[in-house]
């Protein structure tokens, strides 16, 4: 599902926008912290704070179901990735790299728009113990970047 060039893409420091919802219920969404690929690109891991995606992990609980957008602000590129099986894991402390590698990335991303930086670290402030792993094996893809592209399918890989 995932070429080599859209998974160094989601690794870099892209807006990371987790979205699940429930069956009844409104979707819901957080802000992703980092993106880890799993089992060579089958599976991806996205780490969000437990209190502030309370209500996506819930519905993650009830149906699996959940969306990705990896978007880059400077360029509007975005990749949107959809699965089924999603679970919500223990994040593993050695993975904290990741978080401080996307949010270092991150940071000029924004900043070049003229978001203050201590303002976007502010926004991505957290401790270990809030962070959780949602982890799905994508069963979608699709090119969501502004143009003649927007919604075509990602090719398999």
């Not at 959809?82 to 994040?91: H, L, P, S």
């Amino acid at each position: 599902m995932i070429d080599s060039d859209n998974a160094a893409f989601i690794q870099t420091g892209v807006s990371i926008t987790l979205a699940g919802c429930a069956s009844g219920r409104l979707p819901s969404m957080s802000r992703g912290y980092a993106c880890k690929l799993i089992d060579a690109g089958r599976q991806l891991g996205i780490a969000l704070s437990r209190r502030q995606a309370a209500e996506v992990l819930e519905n993650i609980g009830l149906t699996g179901y959940v969306a990705v957008a990896f978007s880059q602000p400077t360029t509007n590129r975005t990749v949107q990735l959809k699965g089924v099986d999603a679970r919500v894991v223990a994040f593993d402390p050695a993975d904290e790299a990741l978080i401080r590698h996307h949010i270092d990335d991150f940071v000029p991303e924004v900043v070049s728009l003229g978001t203050p930086e201590a303002m976007v670290r502010a926004l991505f402030s957290y401790t270990l113990d809030d962070i959780v792993m949602v982890v799905f094996t994508p069963s979608t893809g699709y090119d969501q970047t502004p143009g003649p592209k927007a919604g075509e399918r990602l090719p398999a890989a």
